[in-house]
T-cell receptor, first 112, second 114 residues
Framework: NAGVTQTPKFQVLKTGQSMTLQCAQD?????MSWYRQDPGMGLRLIHY???????DQGEVPNGYNVSRSTTEDFPLRLLSAAPSQTSVYFC???????????FGQGTRLTVV | AQSVTQPDIHITVSEGASLELRCNYS??????LFWYVQSPGQGLQLLLK??????LVQGIKGFEAEFKRSQSSFNLRKPSVHWSDAAEYFC????????????FGPGTSLSVIP
């Protein structure tokens, strides 16, 4: 049982490049979310989804797009990377009722 | 909208000493409250959670937390800290009515002196 799988684990991008961070879960959870973690800021919610075909913005959505075509996958897209998007990104799933969030191992992204 | 504050950015304690990490939340109704721990280079692991009922909740690794509605607090405690407890600790608040969003505090970094 893999839980929540994020790929890649590390990535270096040049300013202006685009890329997709992948997140897959095998827990059959409806709710999925993306956070970014920056020193002294904790985890900030970027986007979330309450089910296939439904997404919404979190605290810091600018510069990021998401889609949810299946229950299992919730990719995060950076359309034009900026140095301010250098961060560690975490994908999480939550069972209905928010009883617990399960996190992936994170993706460390550096934009130069 | 819900929010979480953790007043202590960094705490240092001696091994064997007691520990209390503070957490204050803002939410208009009864919140769901969580404590997570993150070891260096790792993801987050749930320590404990509160939804309703007994305001003193027990978690893994010998941690406990007490929900105090009057103070909007959910402080984490451990009677005797071990060197392996050195990590980053995050308090979080969830609200079922907000599409199950979970909002995290800024974290408290714990160092343990042998």
């Amino acid at each position: 049982n893999a839980g929540v799988t994020q790929t890649p684990k590390f990535q270096v991008l040049k300013t202006g490049q685009s890329m997709t961070l992948q997140c897959a879960q095998d827990m059959n959870h409806e709710y999925m979310s993306w956070y970014r973690q920056d020193p002294g800021m904790g985890l900030r919610l970027i986007h979330y989804s309450v089910g296939a075909g439904i997404t919404d913005q979190g605290e810091v959505p600018n510069g990021y797009n998401v889609s949810r075509s299946t229950t299992e996958d919730f990719p995060l897209r950076l359309l034009s990377a900026a140095p301010s998007q250098t961060s560690v990104y975490f994908c999480a799933t939550t069972n209905t009722g928010a009883t617990e969030a399960f996190f992936g191992q994170g993706t460390r992204l550096t934009v130069v | 909208a819900q929010s979480v504050t953790q007043p202590d950015i960094h705490i240092t304690v001696s091994e064997g000493a007691s520990l209390e990490l503070r957490c204050n939340y803002s939410y208009g109704a009864t919140p769901y409250l969580f404590w997570y721990v993150q070891s260096p280079g790792q993801g987050l692991q749930l320590l404990l959670k509160y939804f309703s009922g007994d305001t003193l909740v027990q978690g893994i690794k010998g941690f406990e937390a007490e929900f105090k509605r009057s103070q909007s607090s959910f402080n984490l405690r451990k009677p005797s800290v071990h060197w392996s407890d050195a990590a980053e600790y995050f308090c979080a608040v969830g609200a079922k009515t907000s599409y199950d969003k979970v909002i995290f505090g800024p974290g408290t970094s714990l160092s343990v002196i042998p």
